[in-house]
């Protein structure tokens, strides 16, 4: 999860990491950043600083490994 495109590579040396899901928290200059966006991250978040949205998939992610 991050806040600029720099955060996209956060965790490209992770070991044992099988899948990566990207998140993307849009704030600023939504118009003109929205396609770049877009393109790189899975999921992009308009306008919303909260964890919601991370957190309800984290949710899903461990009750389907109970």
């Given at each position: 999860m991050g806040d600029?495109?720099?955060d996209l590579h956060m965790a490209d040396r992770a070991v044992g990491v099988q899948n990566k899901l990207k998140i993307g928290f849009l704030n600023v200059k939504v118009e003109e950043s929205l396609?770049?966006?877009m393109k790189k991250y899975d999921i992009v978040?308009?306008?919303d600083e909260t964890l919601n949205v991370g957190?309800?998939?984290l949710r899903k992610v461990l009750q389907?490994?109970?």
């Open positions: 600029s495109l720099g396609e770049l966006y978040i308009l306008e957190n309800a998939i389907s490994k109970q």
